[in-house]
């Protein structure tokens, strides 16, 4: 869906500091790259589990000798699939970097199988039509957070006083 473009380290810390990502997480990456986000989210921030979509076996290929020489293969789960396809069920937070094409196309995905105060968390592409609870800039980088389902519906936590309310 989008060619591989490595975020930033400092970029990938911004972005799951601010979907307040934590102990309690489950921190899902479409289209994982290098599986940066997923140590971070792992070593950094303490999720309890990461779970990473890459469709280039090149990239999963390698991303597993990174987990495994880590030994991170108990908290991080790596799926070589097309992101279409991923089961968003265990997800509390989920991070893109993809394109504004590709944002578009996972909306629908996002509005039906989401749970309820799930973060998703857009690197420079925002997600059109939707409301941002959160717009951080960083180094020429835009991170967009999204709170589900009130990115979408009426009344969005972006109007809120306190959009964090969904996952306290």
Wanted: aromatic share 8%.
């Amino acid at each position: 869906m989008a060619p591989f473009v490595a975020s930033p380290p400092e970029v990938i810390r911004k972005m799951l500091e601010v979907a307040g990502a934590g102990p309690s997480d489950v921190v899902m990456d479409l289209g994982c790259g290098d599986a940066r986000m997923l140590v971070t989210a792992v070593t950094e921030f303490g999720a309890k589990m990461a779970i990473g979509y890459e469709l280039r076996e090149d990239l999963f290929r390698s991303d597993l000798r990174l987990i495994e020489s880590k030994r991170l293969m108990d908290r991080v789960r790596l799926v070589n699939a097309d992101l279409q396809g991923a089961d968003l069920s265990e997800a509390t937070v989920v991070t893109i970097y993809l394109t504004s094409t590709a944002n578009e196309r996972l909306k629908p995905k996002f509005e039906r199988e989401a749970k309820p105060g799930t973060r998703i968390v857009s690197h420079d592409f925002s997600m059109n039509g939707w409301k941002p609870a959160r717009v951080e800039r960083l180094n020429g980088h835009t991170i967009y957070l999204y709170v589900m389902p009130e990115a979408y519906q009426q009344g969005s936590a972006a109007g809120s006083k306190d959009p964090w309310r969904f996952w306290r």
